[in-house]
């Protein structure tokens, strides 16, 4: 297999990135959406575990669209593929001056209002047709084109006939809840406009609407979270494989007892005889420090709550009842006993941000799939 960063020397933590998990999910959501089509949604360094391996694993895998969030992510994108059929699209919008980009990299933009739609036709008009997607605002208000825009493109779709929409597109805000209104109107609003607007595909649903059923299919998903692990709801069991493992070894272990404290501002106080073991990660490494007090870990199979503050290098978890755990001993803090979800749950936040606030200082082990 191909060699992918490995992160600096004498890390004192461990990431492995199961590749072959990751493949599998994409395998995976794509037969839940067939006869769809399965994208992936590339996007923040492939959701924190590096650009490179995650999109020629998927490549591998047979995954013919990616996204990226920004211009300089896509042509990182671009340049780990090996096919130039492969389309790469920018999902943040097309800016004043950087269309020449677009031919230049092989990239389409995701053109998210109408002065982006004219402005492309008019490149297209001078540089040769090339296709973009048309992205339609049906209840983020974030980016896209708002109701009033979609329902003025649809009454002139000659603004459209310049260059080719490949792909229309809108996002959902609520998927994750599968019982909330605004999936269904959602949908109905993107459905009512897809005869509307000349196009090639269509497209709607992310990671948490890929199951919401084959209403929100249409021709493609459009899935990030879910390739890399991450729950689509919080309803049902999660049926993606888990990606990511951290492992972090035990510095240091203190004998403790009362009326000792832990950390920063005293944050832990001790109550009985113990042992505190010492891990070398911390916020610095977006091990989240609101995680202090709260986050747990597993030690030789055993789940071990984390003591006092998160500091910037390190934290500390009271090992009591570990009596055989030494010094270098392997500590999981994210892992198949204990995943992204579960420490963003303990977090106040979601998978999302655990994944995309992994540090730099963690040795990085790329396994399974890619050639
Ligand atoms: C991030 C993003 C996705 C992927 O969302 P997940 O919830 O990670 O599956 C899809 N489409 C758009 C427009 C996005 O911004």
């Avoid at 209002?113 to 004219?118: M, R």
Wanted: aromatic letters at 8%; one cysteine or more.
């Amino acid at each position: 297999m191909k060699s992918f960063p490995s992160g600096p020397a004498y890390a004192p933590a461990l990431l492995t990135i199961d590749l072959n998990a990751l493949a599998w999910n994409w395998r995976f959501l794509s037969d839940t959406a067939a006869p769809a089509k399965a994208a992936a949604v590339v996007k923040a360094n492939g959701y924190g575990l590096g650009t490179e391996p995650v999109v020629s694993t998927l490549a591998s895998a047979g995954c013919r669209l990616f996204f990226a969030a920004q211009l300089s992510e896509a042509i990182a994108v671009r340049n780990a593929l090996p096919n130039p059929e492969i389309e790469v699209g920018v999902l943040n919008g097309l800016m004043a001056g950087e269309e020449d980009a677009y031919p230049e990299y092989n990239l389409f933009p995701v053109l998210n209002d109408l002065s982006q739609v004219d402005r492309w036709a008019a490149y297209c008009a001078s540089n040769g047709a090339r296709a973009a997607a048309v992205q339609l605002d049906s209840g983020m208000t974030r980016v896209g084109l708002p109701h009033y825009e979609a329902e003025a493109l649809a009454s002139d779709p000659d603004r459209l006939s310049g260059f080719e929409c490949r792909y229309l597109m809108s996002h959902m805000a609520c998927a994750d809840d599968p019982d909330h209104p605004l999936n269904a109107q959602q949908r109905d609003r993107f459905a009512a406009m897809v005869p509307r607007i000349p196009h090639s595909h269509a497209m709607l649903a992310a990671s948490s609407a890929t199951f919401l059923g084959p209403a929100w299919h249409f021709d493609y998903i459009r899935p990030g979270v879910a390739l890399y692990g991450g729950r689509p709801n919080t309803l049902s069991a999660n049926p993606l494989r888990q990606v990511i493992k951290l492992e972090g070894k035990i510095l240091q272990i203190q004998d403790v007892d009362a009326p000792q404290t832990v950390g920063y501002g005293a944050g832990h106080k001790v109550e009985k005889p113990g042992r505190i073991a010492t891990i070398g990660v911390g916020y610095a490494d977006g091990y989240l420090r609101s995680l202090s007090n709260k986050a747990t870990a597993v030690l030789h199979g055993v789940t071990v709550p984390l003591v006092g503050r998160v500091s910037m290098d390190l934290i500390t978890f009271d090992i009591t009842d570990v009596p055989d755990a030494k010094v270098g001993d392997k500590m999981e803090l994210i892992g198949p006993s204990h995943t992204i979800d579960d420490l963003a749950d303990q977090a106040g936040t979601i998978g999302y941000e655990i994944l995309t606030s992994l540090g730099n200082r963690y040795a990085r082990r790329y396994v399974g799939a890619s050639e």
